[in-house]
């Protein structure tokens, strides 16, 4: 089993800049891919954010250039830098893991998930 936890969400204002932080525990060997997500109320949740350790990093077009996602392997973490924030991006930030070396933007492809964290983004 694996245990992600997610941290840093908060209120900001448009414009300006977020990053959160997710922590996996437990048998981490099952992270090979990681990836975040969000789901803003009344939508789907949809993909943000992979980083796969034979594929690097992917972005949904609505925040390539704006998002980065990096990892720090040795504290077992992922990370979502996130500038110029929209509106838009309001929502719930879901850390996922995935035992893909290569993990795309399907949910289905991810085994574990976090519990969320909010980011609210003030116009």
């Known amino acids: 089993q694996v245990q992600l936890l997610e941290s840093g969400g908060g209120l900001v204002q448009a414009g300006g800049s977020l990053r959160v932080s997710c922590a996996a525990s437990?048998?981490?060997?099952?992270?090979?891919?990681m990836g975040w997500f969000r789901q803003a109320p009344g939508k789907e949740r949809e993909f943000v954010a992979a980083?796969?350790?034979?594929?690097?990093?992917s972005y949904a077009d609505s925040v390539k250039g704006r998002f980065t996602i990096f990892r720090d392997n040795a504290k077992n973490s992922v990370y979502l830098q996130m500038n110029s924030l929209k509106s838009e991006d309001t929502a719930v930030y879901y850390c996922?893991?995935?035992?893909?070396?290569?993990?795309?933007?399907?949910?289905?492809?991810?085994?574990?998930w976090g519990q969320g964290t909010q980011v609210t983004v003030s116009s």
């Open positions: 996922a893991a995935s035992s893909k070396l290569a993990p795309g933007p399907g949910v289905n492809e991810y085994r574990y």
């Open positions: 437990g048998r981490t060997s099952g992270t090979s891919g």
């Open positions: 980083f796969g350790w034979r594929s690097g990093s």
